[in-house]
C-alpha cells in the first residue's frame, strides 16, 4: 500500500507529490516550518492527509519550544497552530487536525515533556485511523454502488486516492474495495485542470495496483456519460457543510451537473472529520485562489498572450441535492441525514 505521510527517523517522509509520476522522491521533513511549506507548496496535498501533515507539524513545531514553562509553551504552541492554519483555507481536516492537537496539549496534565510525547502519540494516531477510516469508507462505499451492470466504469475528478490521505484514499477507496471484488470495469479519470491531479496522480495510482484507467480532459466527461461509458461517479471532498453542500476540486461541480443530466449517481467519499457542522450550508466554505501561473503556464511554457486577467479558485460547492450519497466511515448517508454520521451527536439529540 502507497504511504504517503509517514513517521520515520524522528522526521516525516513526504512522497513529493509535485513530481509524480515522472520521479518518485522522498522529502524529509524536521521542522514545522518546513511542514508548512510542503503544505502550500503542494508537496503533500489532498484533505486528510494534509491534516495528517499538520498533525505531525504540530508535533515538530512543540519538539522545537524550548521553554518548560507550561504557559509559555502553550503561547508558543498556538503560533505553531497559527503558521500551519494558514497554509490552505478550504480543507477543514486541516483545522480539525490541528484543534485535536491543540486539545491533546491543553488536556494534558503533566510536564512539557509529557505534552510533547503526548502530541506524537495523537499525530500517530490520526495518522493510522485515516487508514482504517478509508477502509471503512471503501466498504461502505462499495455497498452503496449501483447493483448493476456487474462491472461497474465510475469517473473520479482529481485525486482523491491513498496520496491524498494516509493511505487507501476516500473515493479511489471505493475505486479499490470495487476493484478488489470485481465489481469495477474501469476508472474514468479526469485529467483535472488546472494542477492535473487526475492525469498524475490518479491514474499513477491506478497503474500502481493494476487497475484499468482512461485518461480524458475534463470538457469530454459530460460527452462520455451520453455515450453510456460511465456507470457512477465518486468523487472526494474538502469540506462539507451541515446540508450537505461539497467543496472539492474545481470542476467537481460541472461533474456533479453532467451526471444528473445523464441519470448517473454521483457519490462523495469523505471521513465524518470533513464535514464542517458549523457550517449550515455550503455558500460559507472558503474557497482557496491560487496563483494564476498554474492556468497559463505548462512546464516552461507559457500558454496565453500578455495583456489577460486569470481568476484561479482551486475549489468550487456541488450543491447536496446533486449528490446521490455522501459515503463515510460510518456507512452512505442521503446529504440531508449527515447527522447521522455522527453517532455521538445522534444519541445526544436521542437522550
Ligand atoms: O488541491 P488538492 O489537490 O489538495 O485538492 C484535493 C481534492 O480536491 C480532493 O478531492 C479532496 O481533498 C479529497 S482527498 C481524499
Redesign the pocket.
Known amino acids: 500500500m502507497l504511504y504517503p505521510v509517514i513517521w520515520q527517523n524522528d522526521s516525516v517522509s513526504l512522497i513529493d507529490q509535485t513530481r509524480l509520476p515522472n520521479e518518485y522522491t522522498v522529502v524529509q521533513i524536521h521542522r514545522s516550518e518546513d511542514m508548512a511549506q510542503a503544505i502550500k507548496t503542494?508537496i503533500v496535498?489532498?484533505?486528510?492527509a494534509?491534516g495528517v501533515a499538520a498533525a505531525y507539524g504540530m508535533y515538530l513545531g512543540a519538539r522545537e519550544i524550548e521553554t518548560e514553562n507550561h504557559h509559555e509553551f502553550l503561547a508558543d504552541l498556538e503560533k505553531v497552530a497559527e503558521l500551519l492554519r494558514s497554509t490552505r483555507p478550504t480543507?477543514v481536516n486541516l483545522f480539525w487536525a490541528i484543534s485535536r492537537m491543540m486539545k491533546t496539549a491543553y488536556e494534558t496534565l503533566g510536564t512539557v515533556a509529557e505534552i510533547k510525547q503526548n502530541l506524537l502519540q495523537t499525530a500517530q494516531a490520526i495518522n493510522a485511523e485515516d487508514i482504517q477510516t478509508c477502509q471503512a469508507i471503501g466498504d461502505h462505499g462499495l455497498a452503496a454502488l449501483p447493483t448493476t451492470p456487474e462491472k461497474l466504469r465510475i469517473l473520479t475528478h482529481?485525486?482523491?486516492g491513498a496520496l491524498?490521505?494516509a493511505g487507501y484514499?476516500?473515493?479511489l477507496g471505493v475505486v479499490r474495495s470495487a476493484w478488489r471484488e470485481g465489481r469495477l470495469e474501469r476508472v474514468f479519470a479526469d485529467e483535472t485542470r488546472p494542477?492535473l491531479?487526475g492525469a498524475k496522480l490518479t491514474a499513477w495510482e491506478c497503474v500502481q495496483e493494476g487497475i484499468p484507467v482512461t485518461v480524458i480532459t475534463d470538457s469530454m466527461a459530460a460527452h462520455c456519460m451520453k455515450q453510456g461509458l460511465i456507470h457512477a461517479v465518486v468523487?472526494?471532498?474538502?469540506r462539507i457543510a451541515a446540508n450537505g453542500d461539497t467543496a472539492?476540486?474545481i470542476g467537481t461541480y460541472s461533474v456533479a451537473i453532467a451526471a444528473k443530466a445523464h441519470n448517473i449517481p454521483f457519490f462523495v467519499a469523505?471521513p465524518v472529520s470533513t464535514v464542517d457542522f458549523s457550517l449550515p450550508d455550503g455558500s460559507q466554505i472558503p474557497i482557496e485562489e491560487r496563483h494564476p501561473t498554474e492556468i497559463y503556464q505548462i512546464g516552461n511554457t507559457t500558454l496565453t498572450p500578455s495583456g489577460v486577467d486569470f481568476y484561479n479558485p482551486?475549489?468550487d460547492v456541488t450543491p447536496s441535492e446533486l449528490i446521490t450519497a455522501i459515503i463515510t466511515e460510518n456507512g452512505a448517508f442521503n446529504p440531508g441525514d449527515l447527522a447521522k454520521s455522527q453517532p455521538q451527536t445522534l444519541n445526544t439529540a436521542d437522550m
Request: net charge positive; proline share 4%; hydrophobic share 45%.
Open positions: 503542494m496535498r489532498g484533505a486528510p494534509i480543507a482529481c485525486n482523491a491524498a490521505t484514499g476516500t473515493a494542477r491531479q468523487v472526494g471532498a474538502d472539492n476540486k469523505a482551486a475549489f
